[in-house]
């Protein structure tokens, strides 16, 4: 993803410093709640990131609860952004520490959520970097294919690679890309630590936010 420009960073940044509260949880389809707002929504593998990444963006320590115990959010929490937008943050689509059945009623919500939600501008999919696409992250993108919801692929935790590892677990990621049609064309590598990719992901959700 290309360099943005510097007054499009300063836009984005006061987007999310805006107040951004929780809305609603579901565990359920019949508790999501009917919004008007454009949404994103953030999705991964259990232990992707994700919480982390969220918190970074809207520069918060404990907007989205981080845990160390994969599987940890187990609804999806809505979060209104100024009036402007919602963040949605869904459950991680992989528990290696529950019931087969648990995570399947899970991964059954969101998944329902996804082929449902007319305002939802795009899914923002987590992929650990030091792992890359795996089956189950393959998995979910084919399903978002045949849902053709739109989203975007953004490495996390790539404070942990060296910057050749950075370019080269783009390129991967960028080439397995080619075969999903929802999938935005371009990857976006990110780190909650040092916010390395931050400015360039808010920026990204801002133009959607219009």
Not at 24 to 32: E, K, N, R, S, V
Not at 59 to 67: C, E
Request: net charge positive.
């Amino acid at each position: 993803m290309s360099e943005t420009a510097p007054d499009a960073v300063a836009a984005a940044k006061r987007l999310f410093a805006r107040s951004c509260e929780f809305v609603a949880g579901a565990q359920t389809l019949d508790q999501i709640p009917t919004l008007s707002l454009p949404e994103i929504a953030f999705v991964g593998r259990s232990n992707a990131g994700k919480s982390s990444l969220i918190n970074a963006l809207t520069g918060r320590s404990a907007l989205a609860r981080v845990s160390h115990t994969p599987g940890r959010t187990r609804q999806i929490n809505f979060f209104q952004l100024g009036d402007t937008l919602t963040l949605v943050d869904l459950p991680g689509y992989s528990f290696a520490k529950v019931s087969k059945a648990l995570a399947a009623q899970w991964q059954r919500l969101i998944f329902d959520y996804l082929r449902g939600r007319p305002n939802l501008k795009r899914v923002i999919l987590l992929v650990d970097a030091r792992r890359g696409i795996m089956d189950v992250d393959d998995e979910a993108m084919s399903l978002l294919d045949q849902a053709a919801v739109s989203y975007l692929v953004v490495l996390t935790k790539a404070d942990k690679l060296t910057a050749p590892e950075r370019d080269a677990a783009r390129t991967r990621t960028g080439f397995a890309l080619r075969t999903h049609v929802a999938a935005y064309p371009d990857v976006l590598v990110t780190s909650s630590l040092t916010a390395d990719g931050v400015d360039l992901l808010r920026c990204h959700i801002a133009a959607l936010a219009g």
